[in-house]
């Protein structure tokens, strides 16, 4: 790893009057740093450095601002570098003004950023705290995720996961649910968008987090909303059920033709299969969803799925569908009370859990394995 002395040294290159060429293998330098823990953790110690890359990304030289960004991308991958980011006066503002701009050709990797910075609830504060303070609304981002080619030099498929991000806040469940905003309902068509996987699972993880606020299940599954059918079409396959059970389901599953595809990405079907889990945590919820006859879909669903978490959430659900009802006073089950005894076992799954992630974050953090998850992103 670098000396300090040969850190300073480095750190005299990078700078908006420096000759392009030195500078440039500067940034590719600082770049390959980046694409490993050691160096993450070096770059950690330095945060001249990354203020540096940081008014870098307004040099006139685009493969310089496109390192600058790569690197950013690949730092904000790491979670202990969150707090140094943040805490950078100029980082966040200066991501958030470049994505409204619509002719700005980095705004991709902007928003890969955005979404790794707002994955846990410290930062993703932090991430809403610096939009509302640069004026920017979060009707600004919907509209903007919403326009076909805003910005032509950019998708901007990751706002979709940033927004699921943000829906970890209640003032964006709140913002998202609002009744005479139609948000839902502008977002709902995205749970089938084919050109990307990214936009249409950010858009799907919105929704489940959003049905976490149970207040809302009966309006969400009612006429006004009526978000059970993009929840079960891409759930649902060719096969024939009979007239009764097509007649009782919602009248955009009913008779589906042969060639009727399920959702590829098995991560997304656990998505959707998790949104109807909690919409069956409430009362009103498990009656419509068995009036609409989901356990039918879901059955049949059950048959075709290979993967083991997939099917054991599709399993989880059939069971509240099929069950018997709770007893009194359980009719709401994000409302029950757990246990002392269970709340300690819950507990122990839930270290358990959290060093397997530790584990998976060790294979992100591999350059030799797979850089690239929904909500976190390392470019090398």
């Given at each position: 790893?670098?000396?300090?002395?040969?850190?300073?040294?480095?750190?005299?290159?990078?700078?908006?009057?420096?000759?392009?060429?030195?500078?440039?293998?500067?940034?590719?330098?600082?770049?390959?740093?980046?694409?490993?823990?050691?160096?993450?953790?070096?770059?950690?110690?330095?945060?001249?450095?990354?203020?540096?890359?940081?008014?870098?990304?307004?040099?006139?030289?685009?493969?310089?601002?496109?390192?600058?960004?790569?690197?950013?991308?690949?730092?904000?991958?790491?979670?202990?570098?969150?707090?140094?980011?943040?805490?950078?006066?100029?980082?966040?503002?200066?991501?958030?003004?470049?994505?409204?701009?619509?002719?700005?050709?980095?705004?991709?990797?902007?928003?890969?950023?955005?979404?790794?910075?707002?994955?846990?609830?410290?930062?993703?504060?932090?991430?809403?705290?610096?939009?509302?303070?640069?004026?920017?609304?979060?009707?600004?981002?919907?509209?903007?995720?919403?326009?076909?080619?805003?910005?032509?030099?950019?998708?901007?498929?990751?706002?979709?996961?940033?927004?699921?991000?943000?829906?970890?806040?209640?003032?964006?469940?709140?913002?998202?649910?609002?009744?005479?905003?139609?948000?839902?309902?502008?977002?709902?068509?995205?749970?089938?968008?084919?050109?990307?996987?990214?936009?249409?699972?950010?858009?799907?993880?919105?929704?489940?987090?959003?049905?976490?606020?149970?207040?809302?299940?009966?309006?969400?599954?009612?006429?006004?909303?009526?978000?059970?059918?993009?929840?079960?079409?891409?759930?649902?396959?060719?096969?024939?059920?009979?007239?009764?059970?097509?007649?009782?389901?919602?009248?955009?599953?009913?008779?589906?033709?042969?060639?009727?595809?399920?959702?590829?990405?098995?991560?997304?079907?656990?998505?959707?299969?998790?949104?109807?889990?909690?919409?069956?945590?409430?009362?009103?919820?498990?009656?419509?969803?068995?009036?609409?006859?989901?356990?039918?879909?879901?059955?049949?669903?059950?048959?075709?799925?290979?993967e083991p978490h997939v099917v054991a959430a599709c399993e989880k659900l059939i069971q509240a569908l099929i069950g018997d009802e709770p007893e009194p006073g359980m009719e709401n089950l994000l409302e029950v009370e757990i246990p002392n005894d269970v709340e300690v076992k819950l507990k122990d799954m839930e270290a358990k859990e959290l060093e397997q992630l530790e584990k998976d974050k060790e294979d992100l953090l591999n350059p030799d394995k797979a850089q690239?998850?929904?909500?976190?992103?390392?470019?090398?």
């Open positions: 790893m670098l000396s300090d002395v040969t850190a300073e040294e480095l750190m005299s290159f990078l700078n908006l009057d420096t000759r392009p060429d030195i500078k440039g293998q500067a940034t590719e330098y600082i770049l390959g740093l980046s694409g490993n823990r050691d160096g993450c953790r070096f770059l950690q110690t330095k945060p001249d450095l990354i203020k540096a890359l940081v008014t870098l990304t307004t040099d006139p030289s685009i493969a310089i601002v496109k390192d600058c960004y790569h690197t950013l991308i690949n730092l904000s991958a790491d979670e202990t570098m969150h707090r140094l980011l943040v805490k950078n006066p100029d980082f966040l503002p200066m991501l958030f003004k470049n994505i409204l701009d619509p002719g700005y050709m980095f705004a991709d990797r902007i928003c890969t950023i955005l979404t790794n910075l707002s994955r846990h609830m410290k930062t993703c504060k932090e991430v809403f705290k610096a939009m509302q303070e640069q004026g920017i609304s979060l009707a600004q981002i919907v509209e903007i995720f919403c326009t076909e080619d805003y910005n032509k030099q950019a998708s901007l498929h990751y706002l979709g996961p940033l927004l699921s991000n943000l829906t970890q806040l209640p003032e964006t469940r709140q913002f998202i649910l609002d009744k005479d905003r139609c948000v839902v309902q502008r977002l709902l068509p995205y749970t089938q968008y084919e050109a990307s996987t990214i936009r249409r699972g950010g858009v799907i993880g919105t929704l489940r987090n959003c049905c976490f606020d149970h207040v809302h299940h009966e309006w969400l599954l009612g006429e006004a909303v009526d978000i059970l059918p993009f929840l079960l079409l891409p759930l649902a396959g060719p096969e024939e059920l009979s007239e009764e059970e097509n007649e009782g389901l919602p009248v955009d599953l009913q008779y589906l033709p042969e060639d009727k595809k399920r959702e590829e990405d098995p991560d997304i079907r656990k998505m959707l299969i998790e949104t109807l889990i909690l919409l069956t945590a409430t009362k009103v919820g498990r009656q419509i969803l068995k009036t609409k006859n989901v356990y039918a879909i879901m059955r049949e669903f059950h048959n075709w799925e290979k690239h998850c929904a909500g976190i992103v390392r470019m090398m």
